[in-house]
């Protein structure tokens, strides 16, 4: 349930609230709002609990929260969440752009590849360092040299990286040299992974997973936030469907759909959604057009010669027209882009 707290609390209240909570057998979250601070109180409520809160002075009034994801819902809290990690900054009105190869390769690949986002508008540097491959002989990244490589491409460009990490072993690792961690679709249901980097203070990019609904994704989200880790981005990457002339289904309806049910900004990757590299500039603009808080874009500085994902990745140039449209759109929506 919801505590709404009196306009005029004082944080002493709102800790003594969490503590009269947290004796009840509930876990509190704080959200505080520009207008007031509510306590999301989440686990087994007892009988006349609601009563009993509602009656303390402190409290203007207590609702339940009907979805089952308690902290992604929209009635937990109103305002948009704004995931900010360096240079990257999604949600709230601000349109955050991650670009980069699908793999770290080298350092000449990923060096020249972050200038080259850069110069294209990108605000974030991705690369995968340890990739989750479908067949166990595919290329599986440079595992910790990649993620080195990554963070001088941050040095050199000052852009913030976004990489994926595939267990909860390599989590710490990880940490020391990314500024968003990404959860991979197929992980979106690893849940001691969810926990292990809801344990941390980084933000997380969490791919929706290719055969989940819409609700069992905000779940996925609930399990990073309920570890107290409030910076969570949603991004849908294309779901499985009968159809085959795209390597995966792109649902934009994903964004508005979403926007009714979280205060998480929300991001597209056209690139994983489509599979294909002419298809990705008008699904660019198409995202920004309904609303999507950012775009996770595969750039490579020679997409012929990618070791991983080649067809649906974009050259620099392309990269860089395809955010000057995405530009326009925006503006035209009044989004900061
Ligand atoms: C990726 O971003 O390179 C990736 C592997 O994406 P997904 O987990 O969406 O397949
Ligand atoms: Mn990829």
Known sequence: ?????????????VTKMVRRVE??????????GTERTVVAAIGDERGG?????ESCDEVEKVLPILAPYK????????????????SLVVGG???????????VESEEQIIEAAHQVKAGGATALRGGAFKPRTSPYAFQGMKEEGLKLLAAARDATGLAVVTEVMTPHHVEMVCQYADVLQ?????????????????TRKPVLLKRGPSATIEEFLLAAEYVLDQGNSQVILCERGIRTFETHTRFTLPLATVPYLREKTHLPIMIDPSHGT?????????????????SDGLLIEVHPNPAKAVSDAAQTLSPAAFAATIETCRKVAHALGMKM
Request: proline residues 3%; contains cysteine; charged residues 15%.
């Open 49 to 53: 609990v609601q009563a009993e809160l």
């Open 93 to 103: 009105g601000t349109i955050g752009i991650i670009a980069g190869p699908c793999s």
């Open 183 to 199: 959860i991979g679709a197929r992980n979106m249901q690893n849940y001691h992974l969810l926990q292990a980097v809801g344990e």
């Open 23 to 32: 004796e009840l057998g509930m876990k509190a979250h704080v959200i505080v």
């Open 1 to 13: 349930m919801i505590i709404v707290m009196k306009r005029n609390a004082t944080q002493e209240m």
């Open 275 to 291: 599979g294909i590299a002419s298809l990705v500039p008008s699904m660019s603009a198409a995202a920004i057009a309904c609303g």
């Open 71 to 86: 902290i992604a819902s929209k009635e937990t809290r109103k305002e948009p969440t704004i995931v900010t990690a360096g």
